[in-house]
């Protein structure tokens, strides 16, 4: 074994010494000094292997025998399973950032800190950044409100934004930003180019709203003359007063419809909402209570206001307004009779506001719920049941929301009912009583 190795070459210079210390009458001092001159030595092979443990060279190895070879032996096969590993990792680094090279759209690595470690060279056109940008805080060089909102919260929804490099580009007007977790503290930033898409979209919302305005005039005159003739047609009529009366029923859905869509366009055209108004949510409740408890008590369905935390918020009541009557008015077509519909506001742990409308309906099939906030979309199985609707309530909804920098949350099982819950920003919370 070796450490007998080392054992029989301490005891064989010892006794070397002794001998010859004995022999000139000197053996303690001659035992003393070799166990010295023994330890310096080893210490000096101990330096030199640990020398070489700090080396990335693996070759050379400086001991084979004895217990510091098989220590360099040990140190050997770890260093050599150390540099396998980080060559692994390098050239998996460099088939990463090849690949990443050669994708269509913008890719950043950044630090756990938002400093830039690598970038490809779509995102350096993308983002108005420069090769000798690495290493920098990508906070100080993108200046964007919703852009920062992104890199500090790490949403991994998708924003759209101006394009920082607008003015090197006019090509690319809009980018689209996504933040990923990349790793144990890094993020991946990924960049996209939607100036056509953003483009197509506006042209459909300039169509619809050019359109809806040259909608409204003739239904409007369409549905004076109906009136009139509903008004001059005798009760004995009665074929001629019911399909008049269908007639009416659509034109004012119609109405309906283009009203939705003037509104819609309105909100895609205006900004965050400035408004610092006070509202008391306690008002709008009693106020919502009021329109809808005869509809409540017409189907038999109990609808209950829950404000068990008297809040104040900041903002437009009349959108708020807006978005309780849609969400209320769904749950109240959408619950069976003997059902229970209730409306609360409550803070959650992150102090934002809590608007929640709950229902005991058919709820909604999770196949559907990332659709509900698009225009003209109804889930079919519902759609079945009830044909009033223009499927616009919800778009309505998430825009005024958006306007007050909230966000629109839906959980829903079928058979359990739906909760649609409107989350205000803690900035919008005006007090808590």
């Keep these: ?21 004995f022999l000139l009458g000197y053996t303690a001092w001659f035992g003393l000094v070799f166990m010295l001159l023994y330890t310096l030595f080893q210490f000096h092979r101990l330096q030199q292997l640990y020398d070489w443990a700090q080396k990335a ?20 096969r770890i260093k050599k399973q150390r540099l396998t590993r980080r060559d692994g990792a390098k050239a998996q680094r460099e088939r990463f950032k090849k690949l990443v090279g050669v ?16 970038v490809n060279e779509r995102a350096l056109g993308l983002l108005g950044l420069q090769k000798t940008d690495r290493g ?17 919260l790490g949403a991994e929804t998708a924003v759209v934004v101006e394009s920082p490099a607008l003015e090197a580009n006019w090509a690319i007007e809009k980018i689209e930003v996504r933040a990923l977790p990349y790793g144990d503290d890094a993020r991946l930033l990924l960049v996209r180019d939607v100036t056509r898409l953003e483009r197509a979209s506006q042209v459909r919302k300039d169509f619809i709203s050019n359109a809806s305005h040259e909608l409204r005039t003739p239904l409007t005159v369409m549905k004076g003359y109906v009136e009139m003739l509903l008004a001059s047609t005798s009760l004995a009529d009665k074929p001629v007063s019911h399909s008049l009366q269908k007639v009416d029923q659509q034109v004012l859905k119609m109405q309906t419809m283009i009203d939705e869509l003037l509104q819609l366009s309105k909100l895609d055209e205006g900004g965050v ?17 009021d329109e809808f408890q005869a509809l409540a008590k017409a189907k038999s369905l109990v609808l209950a206001f829950d404000l068990s935390e008297k809040l104040e918020l900041t903002g437009n009541k009349n959108s708020l307004l807006t978005v309780l009557r849609n969400l209320i008015a769904n749950a109240l077509h959408y619950t069976e009779t003997n059902g229970e519909v209730r409306v609360s506001c409550t803070l959650n742990d992150r102090a934002e506001a809590v608007l929640a409308v709950k229902d005991t309906g058919r709820g909604i099939s999770a196949r559907h ?12 199985e519902n759609n079945v049941m009830n044909k009033a609707g223009t499927g616009l309530g919800l778009a309505i909804v998430k825009h005024e929301l958006e306007r007050h920098e909230g966000e629109l949350q839906i959980k ?8 649609f819950q409107c989350v205000l920003p803690a900035s919008r919370v005006a007090r808590k009583n």
């Design 1 to 21: 074994m070796d450490w007998k190795y080392e054992r029989n070459v301490l005891l064989a210079g010892l006794f070397g010494a002794c001998l010859l210390g």
């Design 57 to 76: 060279d693996i070759d050379n190895v400086p001991f084979e025998l004895g217990l510091f070879g098989q220590l360099a032996q040990h140190l050997f």
């Design 103 to 118: 994708y269509p759209d913008g890719v950043v690595i950044l630090s756990a800190n938002n400093e830039i470690q690598w």
């Design 136 to 152: 920098k805080i990508i906070d100080q060089l993108l200046r964007h409100p919703r852009l920062n909102k992104v890199l500090q």
């Design 273 to 289: 909402e400035n408004s610092k108004a006070v509202i008391k949510v306690h008002d709008l409740f009693e106020q919502l209570e």
């Design 369 to 380: 719920l990332a659709r509900l906030t698009e225009r003209f979309y109804r889930v079919p």
């Design 412 to 419: 829903s099982s079928v058979g359990e009912g739906s909760r």
